[in-house]
């Protein structure tokens, strides 16, 4: 069973480093899109959604007040604050990214590329550290204190093919809507007239948010619904992204 579980563990690791790295190679082959427009995806993810949604969260959630309270006492609260956060944190540093760091960039294969790096650098700090996390704690390293290293060898303990198989189709799923969020986007940021194109990818983003809300305050019960929905939204944010996209920039 130990065996099992490291392997499930060690798959799964590479998975998280091998798919991004996968995707970009291709896409860069395929299209001779420059490494930047990876690189921006990736570093707006950073700074958008690891660092200022999360100082907005320690704000919001971490501090005992009036208006924590009542987000956390109220699951209609809480899935909208944690699906509209993600929404406008992310969305608007796509909109940066395209609109700053990539404005002179005008080809279609620019927003793709920087939707790989937005999602793989999302598959690299959510699942792959974690899965490394609870590589070296199997393998006897010590991670931080003895209650954090015990926490992280029950999580690990818990691993089984199925539960690493859908986090492994969950990331398929995001690196899905990351590229068809980033051509909605994209669009938005070079046509002014398709602006409204940016709100809609912050509904849209919502929207998949909001049953993985509804899940972590257990209104939702079952992951396998929670997944389906991702999926089923992935598809569309992919096909009404590649569909705006070439319909507003040939290039």
């Not at 996968?22 to 690189?39: D, H, L, P, Q």
């Not at 987000?71 to 944690?82: Q, R």
């Not at 992310?90 to 620019?110: M, P």
């Not at 899965?131 to 991670?143: D, F, P, R």
Request: hydrophobic share 55%; aromatic share 10%; with cysteine.
């Amino acid at each position: 069973m130990i065996m099992d579980r490291n392997a499930v563990l060690i798959i799964t690791f590479v998975f998280a480093i091998a798919f991004p790295v996968g995707m970009m190679i291709w896409w860069k082959r395929r299209t001779g899109e420059s490494i930047w427009s990876f690189a921006a995806g990736a570093l707006c993810f950073v700074l958008f959604a690891m660092v200022l949604e999360n100082l907005m969260h320690q704000v919001c959630l971490g501090s005992r007040n009036a208006v924590s309270s009542k987000i956390l006492a109220s699951p209609v609260l809480y899935t909208l604050y944690a699906a509209f956060a993600a929404g406008i944190f992310e969305e608007t540093g796509r909109l940066f990214g395209f609109k700053v760091l990539l404005r002179k960039n005008n080809k279609n294969s620019c927003a793709v590329a920087y939707g790989i790096g937005h999602g793989g650098m999302e598959v690299i700090l959510i699942l792959g550290v974690s899965y490394l996390t609870m590589l070296l704690a199997a393998g006897g390293v010590k991670i931080g204190t003895a209650e954090a290293t015990a926490q992280i060898l029950a999580n690990a303990q818990s691993i089984t093919f199925a539960t690493a198989g859908i986090a492994m189709f969950e990331r398929i799923s995001a690196m899905m809507i990351h590229i068809g969020l980033s051509m909605l986007v994209y669009t938005a940021a070079r046509n002014r007239k398709q602006i409204w194109l940016y709100p809609v990818a912050i509904l849209l983003h919502a929207l998949v948010d909001a049953p993985a809300a509804m899940y972590q305050y257990r209104a939702i019960t079952s992951l396998a619904v929670v997944e389906g929905c991702s999926f089923v939204i992935a598809v569309i944010c992919l096909v009404l992204g590649r569909i705006v996209l070439y319909r507003n920039n040939t290039r």
